[in-house]
Nanobody, 123 residues
Framework: VQLQASGGGLVQAGGSLRLSCEASGFRLDDAAVGWFRQAPGKEREWVGC????????YYAKSVKGRFTISRDTAKNTVYLQMGSLEPEDTAVYYC?????????????????WGQGTLVTVSS
């Protein structure tokens, strides 16, 4: 059971980036998937999630309206589309998934965590 997060990079403020979270060993459409981020010197924080099976999405206030989470069942991948990026969005982004949960809204032990992908937003 593994998650692979990818898609990070350097982008200018106001730009967009799409992160991917690909699973192996289990079906992401049968799991809740959450996105988190950890900026330098700060604690890991919840960004948003997509619910198990019915694909409702929830977001932190800081990213609502700018970020969108979606799921591609055929590719067994969940995406985090990030727009109107700000320097404050600079962080290592992680995905987490768990078949036992309907939503993922807090930092804790889950079935699987991805290794993280760095997003840097320049001003």
């Amino acid at each position: 059971v593994q998650l692979q997060a990818s898609g990070g990079g350097l982008v200018q403020a106001g730009g967009s980036l799409r992160l991917s979270c690909e699973a192996s060993g289990f079906r992401l459409d049968d799991a809740a998937v959450g996105w988190f981020r950890q900026a330098p010197g700060k604690e890991r924080e919840w960004v948003g999630c997509i619910t198990k099976s019915d694909d409702y999405t929830y977001y932190a206030k800081s990213v609502k309206g700018r970020f969108t989470i979606s799921r591609d069942t055929a590719k067994n991948t969940v995406y985090l589309q990030m727009g109107s990026l700000e320097p404050e969005d600079t962080a290592v982004y992680y995905c987490a998934a768990d078949e036992s949960y309907y939503t993922i809204v807090e930092v804790k032990e889950y079935q699987s965590w991805g290794q993280g992908t760095l997003v840097t937003v320049s001003s």
